[in-house]
């Protein structure tokens, strides 16, 4: 007789094979996908979808699940025992989501993503408001399948994403790191701004490819288990035994090229820093979206934006990208650290940045709590953007249509960004204090010994600790914003002379 918790893995691993080529496909769908071939994908990913949820739904993994939780062996394991607790909390929420919802959840989204490609590209936010709509309504529906009593449906989406989270905690985290960042905007207009007007100059796309892929290669990224191409939106998604990143190239912006790429870079190392025994269970699985996030921004911030980094990167730039040789290391450290309030949330800086994501995170209570209609969504994203951000939105191509995650049914996501800078701070505190010094290290192109650290405190728990159980057990504090400013003001003290 097959063991209960061996039935459990065997299904388990199963149904993570379909979810890996649904995976494949979305990636496809971003990076190599005809458009003419859009309805039948949509259709594909919705067959795949509804699959994996007969098969999350299955009779026998209640009773799979009800045999380990009663079984001494299974609990005395650890991994085990982690396992079947998160195996649980799945099983709980996908029970309560009808297969039908789940199936046209997943071909709105494919049909939805591809309509904002094209809206966005067209400003033409009328021609995906349909797509939204219908969005919103079966997001609204999911929320009143999984929430409780306590929830509200945006907490209901939200807890998907970080454990947890819910609106009144981040509203409580949120309003004085807002008034802490517009405080330290302001102060630095008092300083002398960096110029970055020599990043700016056009360089060929094939050269910066060549630069982003050296840099990611000493960052560690295995591309014998993934690969870089481009989309419209980076991103990063994990196929079975192989993580793929995306990253863009626009001849003047070479520094959003970098950072995008050191961005999805941080979160494939995270991917790629499982171990291969936990495939198909939730100790092979990120533990939340925030911590995840964190790994990227660490990448993008701590290491990318640092002095340290670009006295080791300078010499690679300036012979990738043949040029910048009248610049040194400290005048690029200052370059990519100007403070300047923009537009784009993915080009904004570290200063900034939480603010475009505020502005998200109260527009999207709105609409899943049916305060606000799409048809103001416009003009209410433009107000946010002069109130917290001081700058006027032209258009809605660089407002409302910016990102992505509406569209493929992410509410409840945006405020991980922030979570995610957050933790970054803690976990790069932490790290400098175990590693003697992060500079040091970096400014040689050691990289390694920060990836192994970061693998051995974070990645290989996969999710057996919650999120909050995370941070403590790595930076031994709960998680805070003071870290983050305190990164912020040392940082920007030296950039602007103040």
């Known amino acids: 007789m097959v063991h209960a918790y061996d039935a459990l893995l065997a299904h388990q691993r199963a149904t993570s094979l379909l979810g890996s080529t649904a995976a494949l496909l979305a990636w496809d769908q971003e990076t190599q996908m005809p458009r003419g071939a859009g309805d039948v994908r949509a259709q594909q990913l919705s067959q795949l979808a509804e699959l994996q949820h007969e098969r999350a739904t299955d009779p026998r993994v209640a009773e799979w699940l009800s045999q380990c939780a009663a079984d001494a062996r299974v609990q005395q394991d650890a991994d085990r025992a982690a396992n079947v607790r998160e195996w649980q909390r799945d099983h709980d929420r996908a029970t309560r989501l009808p297969s039908a919802l789940v199936a046209e959840l997943a071909e709105v989204e494919s049909k939805a993503q591809q309509a904002w490609a094209e809206a966005r590209s067209r400003d033409?936010?009328?021609?995906?408001?349909?797509w939204l709509d219908r969005m919103v309504a079966l997001q609204q529906q999911k929320a009143d399948c999984l929430k409780r009593p306590d929830q509200s449906r945006w907490d209901a989406l939200a807890d998907l994403y970080e454990p947890g989270m819910n609106a009144a905690d981040l509203?409580?985290?949120?309003?004085?790191?807002?008034?802490?960042?517009?405080?330290?905007?302001?102060r630095l207009r008092g300083g002398t701004p960096p110029t970055d007007a020599f990043a700016r100059q056009p360089i060929a796309e094939a050269q910066q490819e060549s630069f982003v892929r050296a840099v990611l290669a000493a960052m560690g990224f295995d591309d014998k288990r993934g690969r870089l191409d481009r989309s419209a939106h980076p991103f990063c998604t994990k196929v079975g035994a192989d993580v793929r990143l995306t990253t863009r190239f626009r001849p003047e912006a070479v520094l959003d090229a970098l950072g995008s790429t050191m961005h999805e870079g941080g979160h494939g190392l995270y991917e790629q820093g499982f171990d291969d025994a936990h495939f198909g269970t939730?100790?092979?699985?990120?533990?939340?979206?925030?911590?995840?996030?964190?790994q990227?921004?660490?990448?993008?911030?701590?290491v990318g934006r640092s002095l340290a980094f670009w006295q080791w990167c300078l010499p690679i730039a300036q012979k990738q990208l043949g040029g910048w040789r009248?610049?040194?290391?400290?005048?690029?450290?200052?370059?990519?650290?100007?403070?300047r309030p923009s537009l784009i949330r993915v080009e904004a800086d570290e200063a900034t940045y939480d603010l475009h994501v505020m502005v998200r995170f109260e527009i999207e209570q709105q609409l899943i709590d049916g305060q606000l209609g799409t048809s103001n969504l416009p003009g209410e994203w433009n107000r946010l953007y002069r109130e917290y951000l001081g700058i006027a939105v032209p258009d809605d191509k660089h407002g409302c249509l910016q990102d992505v995650h509406w569209s493929c049914g992410l509410f409840g996501y945006f405020p991980t960004y922030t979570l995610g800078n957050l933790y970054a701070a803690q976990f790069a505190a932490a790290a400098d204090k175990a590693l003697g010094g992060l500079p040091a290290l970096l400014e040689r192109g050691q990289f390694t010994t920060l990836r192994e650290w970061l693998r051995r405190q974070i990645h290989r728990h996969g999710r057996r600790h919650s999120p909050a159980e995370l941070c403590r057990l790595v930076t031994g504090a709960p998680l805070s914003s003071a870290p983050f400013l305190q990164h912020l003001e040392k940082k920007l003290a030296v950039v602007y002379g103040i």
């Not at 033409?124 to 349909?130: E, L, Q, Y």
């Not at 990227?296 to 701590?302: I, V």
């Not at 040194?328 to 200052?334: E, I, K, P, Q, Y």
């Open 124 to 130: 033409a936010f009328a021609k995906f408001r349909p």
């Open 171 to 186: 509203r409580a985290l949120f309003a004085p790191l807002r008034t802490a960042l517009v405080a330290l905007r302001d």
């Open 282 to 294: 939730p100790l092979g699985e990120a533990v939340s979206l925030g911590v995840h996030e964190s």
């Open 296 to 302: 990227s921004r660490l990448w993008e911030n701590h």
């Open 326 to 339: 009248d610049v040194d290391a400290m005048a690029v450290f200052r370059a990519v650290n100007v403070v």
